[in-house]
Nanobody, 121 residues
Framework: VQLQASGGGLKQPGESLKLSCVWS???????IAWFRQAPGKGREVVSCINNADATHYINSVKGRFTISRVNARNTVYLQMNSLKTDDTAVYYCAADRAGGSYCPFIPYEHWGQGTLVTVSS
């Protein structure tokens, strides 16, 4: 199974960007997450969604980011609005078939490559 993250780019503060994560194969994922890693910082879970469409967001993106999934397209999106310079990071998607925990705490089994988001004036 491969996950492919895309949609990163260079934006100015206040602008929007939509990331996509597409996976190959006939896989029924329980939970899918977006992580990010900023320069010089550790990786953090930004948002995640499970197969009941329950979602989680870190406080710093609440009200600005929206995660959604379209299972028929094997795709999860991360709509990012009102971007801030602090959102600059490499964003990764990850997925897990088993779930079993609240989605921020799942040890995700499959990972995509990162897509770089740069927010700068």
């Amino acid at each position: 199974v491969q996950l492919q993250a895309s949609g990163g780019g260079l934006k100015q503060p206040g602008e929007s960007l939509k990331l996509s994560c597409v996976w190959s194969g006939n896989v029924d994922y329980h939970s899918i997450a977006w992580f990010r890693q900023a320069p010089g910082k550790g990786r953090e879970v930004v948002s995640c969604i499970n197969n009941a469409d329950a979602t989680h967001y870190i406080n710093s993106v609440k009200g600005r980011f929206t995660i959604s999934r379209v299972n028929a397209r094997n795709t999860v999106y991360l709509q990012m609005n009102s971007l801030k310079t602090d959102d600059t990071a490499v964003y990764y998607c990850a997925a897990d078939r088993a779930g079993g925990s609240y989605c921020p705490f799942i040890p995700y089994e499959h990972w995509g490559q990162g897509t770089l988001v740069t927010v700068s004036s």
